[in-house]
């Protein structure tokens, strides 16, 4: 009877632990579909209205903010110098020559998969803000819509754990 009983509590556990895991998957897609949305509808946002309007919306990071959740936001960097333009922290600071923790030159992934006219992920190792160890990481890239002050540039949104695991 006791082996029984055992048995089923660690059934239940392991029920358990996969549906944590699980559900932990599915809110990681999400968050990723939001951070895609994010640079998509913030693209938008500088082809249809405009530079200032879109960098008022991508630099607003209030309580109401459109691009602003979370960790999650979008910056805007400039392809020829790797300046961020727009970022909660970092603006102004130009960010060409960073590495992460395995010495991957990430910004430069970032630049090139911009200047190449395609959208997609980098991913990376990061220092968490939240947990401050290093995790995986990755951005969604998409090359902006219009000139930045008669430049070329590119809009990105990280996500932090990004496979869900270390």
């Known amino acids: 009877m006791m082996v029984k ?8 556990g392991l029920i358990l632990l996969q549906t944590g895991l699980l559900i932990a998957a599915e809110d990681k897609k999400a968050e990723e579909k939001l951070a895609v949305k994010f640079i998509q509808d913030a693209n938008l946002v500088f082809k249809t209205q405009g530079e200032a309007a879109g ?5 607003d990071y209030g309580p ?10 979008v910056f ?9 333009q727009a970022h909660p922290k970092l603006k102004g600071k130009n960010i060409m020559m960073l590495k992460d923790a395995k010495g991957k030159a990430f910004v430069q992934e970032f ?3 911009g200047k190449s006219g395609k959208s997609g992920w980098v991913e990376y190792l990061w220092t968490n803000p939240t947990s ?12 902006l819509s ?10 990105g949104c990280g996500i932090y754990n990004a496979d869900g695991k270390k």
Do not use: H
Not at 64 to 73: D, Q, R, W
Not at 132 to 143: G, L, Q, R
């Open 5 to 12: 009983k055992s048995l089923a509590v660690l059934v239940t």
């Open 55 to 59: 960098m008022a919306a991508i630099g």
């Open 64 to 73: 109401t903010a459109k691009f602003f959740k979370g960790e999650l936001y």
């Open 76 to 84: 805007l960097m400039t392809t020829d110098d790797g300046v961020l």
């Open 111 to 113: 630049i090139a998969l």
């Open 132 to 143: 401050k160890e290093i995790d995986p990481k990755k951005t969604y890239i998409e090359p």
């Open 146 to 155: 219009i000139k930045y002050q008669g430049r070329d540039a590119i809009l």
